[in-house]
């Protein structure tokens, strides 16, 4: 229907199996299995927050002011709109095909395992306009 097979009419971002919208991932590949870790053989760790919250939409999302940036985009301090509760978002150029590519393999790795060894991952959203928000 003359979309981009990447972007779509719709806002949408649609590449190796992930759907991602304003309102965050919509469609993951096939066969992404969810892998929970209690991390019970490091003792030494401490356990994650279970405080969780849900981010609905980039609306959710305050930004506070820039905190680094690196090889692949800049990285804000935000602010969960309804909580108040700072989080970390990543910001990706996906019309870069290479920084696309990492995206989408970092995306699988977090969409795929939760542990407390790894960081939290609250969401992806595309704006878009070209750029991937991931909160963390």
Do not use: W
Not at 101 to 107: A, D, R, V
């Amino acid at each position: 229907a003359g979309d981009d097979p990447l972007f779509r009419f719709d806002g949408t971002l649609h590449d190796m199996g992930f759907v991602i919208s304003h309102e965050g991932i919509i469609q993951t590949p096939n066969g992404l299995e969810r892998r929970i870790s209690t991390g019970t053989e490091l003792n030494c760790v401490p356990k994650s927050r279970t405080d969780f919250f849900l981010i609905r939409s980039l609306d959710d999302i305050v930004p506070v002011r820039a905190i680094g940036q690196g090889a692949s985009g800049v990285v804000r301090l935000c602010a969960h709109r309804q909580t108040g509760r700072h989080i970390a978002v990543k910001l990706v150029n996906v019309y870069d095909e290479s920084k696309r590519n990492q995206l989408m393999k970092e995306l699988e790795t977090l969409t795929l395992y939760e542990s407390r060894f790894l960081v939290r991952f609250y969401g992806a959203y595309y704006d878009g306009q070209g750029q991937v928000h991931i909160a963390l």
